[in-house]
């Protein structure tokens, strides 16, 4: 076997060699041409998006190809299966985790993760959507192409599919101890704790609920992630059987993107397709039998702690609108849906957010054509349950104000500028931004490259609108004379999550005390075997692989120059940018109180929500989405290069524009920063209640990001700040003052921040554009910066001095999952074990800690983590079934790596999972921003990089045993847990628990 790997490793590389030598073919193929057992069916040049469209199909088989020709060296791969489903136990989720459990040709376990640390991709992951799943990945390599390429098709139509790995990723019945027949028999498996996670977002429960009330007998009623009361009815049998029935390619799509040739695709997966003949896929019901009259459904979900009790109500109206077959009429009610909801000047956002009935959009607000029947919803979260009728009301009240008045040619104008900006922008994912973009349709029998070329749409759209009546005749017919429309509401219950749990309970019980003796010992059994096969060493041979020496040696460099104007810094990156200039400025900030600080990111969000004394929100976001591409104010924190407890906070502004409008966008900015209006109260209790809702929403999805920020927070000032303006505390924070009537203490508190931030004297600019735009933004930019004072108010804190402490945090919310960190001080950026630590933190999250917190205990995610900028070492676990059980396993890790010998190979591989990020292609706006937001030259990113290639078995033991078991034997960490409710965690034993109802956190 060893020497037919070699083999096949060095056909990898000549095949990748031919490639990469090769010139784009695509130019030379023709409707109609043969090649390797496909046929051309369309070629078609999209000058709008730089690139060229080939659709071909496979003549055997019937398996549909999309390329897309351009000059990108991020070149991209997918292959999709449209998995619609007749019920809710998540079959295709389940099959999309196992079929990456290991192949005829990589019988490995879970070779999906390990090539992760075998290779330079700047992307790889699977989705499962309601009706199609897709495996796409993408890379700069053509050797990893090649290698990923194989992989993939491999897992897709070999995959092993073993009762095992069914078990470990779909559901089980296994005891908590799974060797231990005593301890209790529970659910476990990855996709089922995921989806408990997932149906703990409110966000996602309500959008889901609502899709499947809204198509009712079609395959949107059923949940295709799953539902985890029905994916415990799910067989082993039925998920052959599904993947036996829908992955062939008769029922696949094949989607490649950028600069490798076209011939080399189609001969790869030509070889993959020769065996197979052309089948019928199954058949699901996908369209809607329209209604007769409308309906009301009600859900219920969790109370949230965090949200003013009496405003937790949910609503939408959903229409059902056109065939999503319709590309134009798509395209339409895209337009229609940006043009009633869209920014300050909206009709929508006027009547339903701005007066306060809610406090934002819900989460299913929108056009939605990721359905065969396309729908248009318009609903709130935060309403009062006296207003659920008055928000119907207003609803429809605006739509017939529209239908007669129409929309102003300006808000037209604006978002056809959008458009316009948008096909311009140079982005670094572009090829998966085109996937993401087409599947849904594509999956539903649309011409994807009828999906592409947008100024066809935009010239139908300029004459239909010549014509009179375009928008108001499709409110008419699918928003105000519509039969087929849903009131969805949801309500907050006290006890659903009890319920959940009672619920759960109740299930187990039912199929435990329907076991027989047998099943029991079986159950026992495999959970040993389970175990077993967890923790054997693998042959990894099989598997192809880059090597270090293809880790290129030096950093791409940024050619950067750097002037001054008005005795403020100016940083320049001249570039091609497709006509737009991109702008950013940091305004670094005087000793602020932890008080004050709370109120920065409201204060960077006033900027662009309140308007200013002479103008509206609304007036002034029209002229935002008119001349720019989007205007932003934040919060920045920066760990110093050198120095872990030394850090610059600031107040960024950015933006991007079409160098037509350059003077436009500067004088944007200056109207906000001199006359913001932050006495508008009514707007400034919308902005607030807004924010607060955004944020309590977010906990469900970042869980992990926000336990690991508050355990950061306790050990470097840097991270301390960061807490403050973006973590639990910001959460509580904005919540509190979401329930505050009297906000003149506010209105102080911005006025007096605006006092001190955004001055000559503590600016810094950087700036992105074609060489013929540097003299026009030279004169704006003059412009804007003298327009600013030279100094701001003296400090108003006196310095202190930050000393690291050591604490357990307990975050108690209506989670039936948790989320959990635990986080250690490592070094700066410029210190030479920061490179050490990284390549540690890769090492035992590879190698251990997904196997442990994953695998075997089902949560969805978890490892290990070494911020580099922000020197601190973390562990870390994302929709987690278990409290105080993983944080013995990261206690157990460090002892793990104490005894485990590295090869040269996992070195190496952990050294390619970091430059995967490290060499990810970027934006066209953020080349340069390394050094201008944290001071890091390319020569110190070179130095970094020799390091990272230097790191040795003997620097891994090193580092283990100086920082981890240092750390953890004296104490020296900190420790936070989001989630539900346990009597494991109580002040008795050291806990720190939070209570939503306290002054501050």
């Not at 880790?551 to 403020?568: E, P, Y």
């Not at 937001?933 to 020799?946: A, K, L, P």
């Amino acid at each position: 076997m060893s020497v037919q790997l070699l083999c096949t490793s060095r056909a990898f590389r000549k095949a990748a060699l031919q490639l990469k030598n090769a010139k784009s073919y695509t130019t030379k193929v023709t409707p109609g041409q043969q090649l390797h057992g496909y046929r051309v069916q369309q070629v078609r040049s999209v000058p709008e998006l730089e690139l060229t469209a080939v659709a071909l199909q496979h003549e055997a088989t019937g398996a549909q190809h999309l390329h897309i020709d351009r000059d990108d060296v991020n070149n991209v791969f997918a292959v999709g299966f449209g998995t619609p489903v007749k019920d809710s136990t998540g079959v295709p989720h389940i099959l999309e985790h196992t079929t990456l459990c290991g192949s005829q040709q990589y019988p490995v376990r879970d070779p999906f993760f390990k090539m992760l640390n075998r290779s330079l991709a700047t992307f790889m992951n699977a989705f499962t959507a309601a009706d199609y799943t897709i495996y796409p990945f993408a890379t700069t390599n053509p050797v990893d192409y090649a290698n990923l390429r194989s992989v993939y098709m491999d897992a897709v139509f070999h995959p092993r599919l073993e009762k095992l790995d069914f078990k470990q990723e779909g559901w089980r019945l296994e005891h908590e101890v799974p060797t231990d027949a005593s301890t209790p028999i529970q659910f476990k498996g990855v996709v089922y704790n995921e989806m408990k996670g997932q149906t703990s977002d409110a966000n996602y429960l309500y959008y889901s609920q609502a899709q499947q009330a809204m198509f009712p007998g079609t395959t949107y009623e059923h949940l295709s992630g799953g539902d985890p009361p029905a994916i415990t009815n799910l067989s082993y049998e039925q998920l052959l059987e599904f993947h036996q029935s829908h992955y062939h390619p008769s029922n696949a799509r094949f989607y490649t993107y950028g600069n490798f040739p076209l011939e080399d695709h189609l001969s790869a997966i030509g070889k993959e397709l020769q065996n197979y003949a052309a089948v019928k896929p199954p058949h699901v019901n996908k369209i809607v039998q329209p209604w007769t009259g409308p309906r009301t459904v009600t859900g219920m979900c969790a109370l949230d702690p965090l949200s003013p009790p009496d405003r937790q109500t949910k609503l939408s109206l959903s229409f059902l609108a056109n065939d999503s077959n319709d590309v134009f009429e798509n395209f339409s009610m895209k337009l229609l849906s940006y043009l009633l909801l869209d920014g300050h000047a909206s009709p929508m956002y006027k009547a339903l957010i701005d007066t306060n009935l809610g406090s934002e959009f819900s989460a299913n607000t929108g056009y939605d054509n990721s359905t065969r029947s396309a729908c248009l919803s318009i609903g709130l979260q935060g309403v009062k349950e006296d207003d659920v009728q008055l928000v119907q009301e207003r609803i429809r009240s605006v739509l017939k104000q529209v239908k007669q008045e129409g929309f102003d040619a300006k808000r037209i104008e604006a978002a056809i500028h959008q458009m316009e900006l948008g096909q311009k922008h140079k982005t670094a994912d572009f090829g998966l931004t085109i996937m993401h973009g087409i599947s849904s349709d594509w999956f539903n029998g649309v011409d994807p490259i009828d999906l592409l070329e947008i100024n066809k749409n935009i010239d139908r759209l300029k004459h239909e609108l010549s014509q009179g009546n375009f928008f108001e005749s499709r409110i008419e017919k699918y928003l105000l004379n519509n039969p087929h429309t849903l009131t969805f509401i949801m309500r907050p219950d006290a006890q659903y999550s009890s319920n959940l749990v009672s619920e759960e309970n109740a299930r187990l019980a039912k199929k435990v005390s329907a076991l027989t003796e047998a099943d029991r010992k079986e159950i026992l059994e495999k959970g040993k075997e389970l175990l077993s096969n967890q923790d054997k060493t693998e042959d990894l041979s099989c598997l192809p692989t880059l090597h270090l020496e293809d880790i290129s040696k030096t950093v791409k460099r940024t050619a950067l120059d750097h002037t001054g104007l008005c005795n403020t810094p100016i940083q320049w990156r001249t570039t091609a940018t497709n006509g737009i200039t991109y702008f950013r400025a940091i305004s670094t900030l005087p000793q602020l109180s932890d008080d004050l600080k709370l109120y920065l990111p409201l204060f960077c969000d006033a900027l662009l929500s309140l308007g200013t004394k002479s103008q509206s929100m609304a007036e002034i976001d029209e002229e935002i989405r008119l001349y720019t591409g989007g205007l932003r104010a934040s919060t920045t924190v920066s760990t110093n290069h050198s120095d872990i407890d030394h850090m610059e906070e600031g107040v960024a502004l950015t933006g991007n524009c079409l160098d037509r409008n350059i003077d436009k966008m500067y004088d944007i900015f200056m109207k906000l920063v001199h006359d913001t209006n932050f006495d508008d109260v009514e707007k400034l209790k919308t902005l607030i209640v807004g924010n607060a809702s955004g944020l309590v929403n977010s906990i469900a999805d970042s869980g992990h990001v926000f336990a690991r920020t508050y355990a950061s927070s306790m050990l470097t000032p840097a991270m301390q700040n960061a807490e403050i303006l973006s973590g639990m505390s910001q959460v509580a924070f904005m919540s509190q003052l979401a329930a505050t009537e009297d906000l003149s203490n506010v209105v102080a508190k911005l006025k007096e921040i605006s006092s001190l931030v955004l001055k000559q004297g503590s600016l810094r600019v950087a700036v992105t554009c074609g060489e013929d735009a540097i003299s026009t933004n030279e004169k704006s930019l003059i412009k804007f910066i003298s327009s600013l004072p030279e100094q701001g108010k003296a400090s108003v804190s006196e310095s202190k001095v930050f000393v690291p402490q050591f604490r357990k945090t307990f975050f108690p919310l209506p989670f039936s999952v948790n989320f959990s960190a635990k986080v250690l001080r490592g070094v700066p950026y410029t210190h030479p074990d920061g490179a050490k630590l990284q390549v540690l933190s890769s090492l035992m999250t590879t190698h251990y800690l997904h196997r442990e917190i994953r695998e075997k205990n089902g949560a969805y995610g978890g490892g290990a983590r070494y911020a580099g900028l922000g020197g601190l070492f973390s562990f870390y676990s994302y929709r987690d079934p278990r409290t105080l059980e993983t944080l013995d396993t990261y206690s157990s890790s460090v002892d793990w790596v104490q005894k485990r010998q590295f090869t040269d190979q996992e070195i190496t591989e952990a050294k390619l999972s970091i430059f995967q990020s490290v060499d990810a292609p970027q934006n066209v706006s953020e080349e340069g921003m390394f050094q201008f937001v944290h001071g890091i030259s390319d020569e110190m990113r070179q130095w970094r990089r020799e390091e990272l290639l230097q790191v040795t078995q003997k620097d891994i033991k090193e580092m283990a045993e100086r920082y981890l078991v240092g750390s953890v034997s004296r104490n020296e960490y900190s420790t936070t847990i989001l989630g539900e409710v346990t009597d494991k965690i109580s002040a008795e034993n050291g806990w720190d628990i939070k209570q939503w109802g306290s002054p501050s956190l």
